[in-house]
Nanobody, 126 residues
Framework: HVHLEESGGGSVQSGGSLRLSCEVA????????MGWFRQLPGAGREGVAA???????YYAGFAKGRFTITRDNVKNTLDLQMNRLTPADTAMYYC????????????????????WGQGTQVTISS
């Protein structure tokens, strides 16, 4: 397990952009697979995007073309650039990491991730 801490959430109007960042505890090795999940009110956690240590990315359908996930293995950070946001994107967003599997397998299965941040709230108003 590694300590993860998200930042960058907030409130914007529909059509706006936000950039989320996740800082991984110092002195930890880069995880095989890191991802962003979100949890809408009253719903389970759903995958947004994931990225392998080699930079290969995976996106949920709703995120393709609007969101971009990037990671810096030297700084040990993970970012999520979100554009053209809509009220449907309102949720708590979580950073997650795992070492046992590359992202290609069970990219968006929360139970397959071993480390989680506390989450950062994103609210989009119409």
């Amino acid at each position: 397990h590694v300590h993860l801490e998200e930042s960058g959430g907030g409130s914007v109007q529909s059509g706006g952009s936000l950039r989320l960042s996740c800082e991984v505890a110092k002195n930890s090795f880069p995880s095989f697979c890191m991802g962003w999940f979100r949890q809408l009110p009253g719903a389970g956690r759903e995958g947004v995007a994931a990225v392998d240590k080699d930079g290969t990315t995976y996106y949920a359908g709703f995120a393709k073309g609007r969101f971009t996930i990037t990671r810096d293995n030297v700084k040990n950070t993970l970012d999520l650039q979100m554009n053209r946001l809509t009220p449907a994107d309102t949720a708590m967003y979580y950073c997650a990491a795992r070492d046992s599997l590359m992202c290609q397998t069970a990219s968006f299965t929360p139970a397959m991730y071993t480390s989680w941040g506390q989450g950062t709230q994103v609210t989009i108003s119409s």
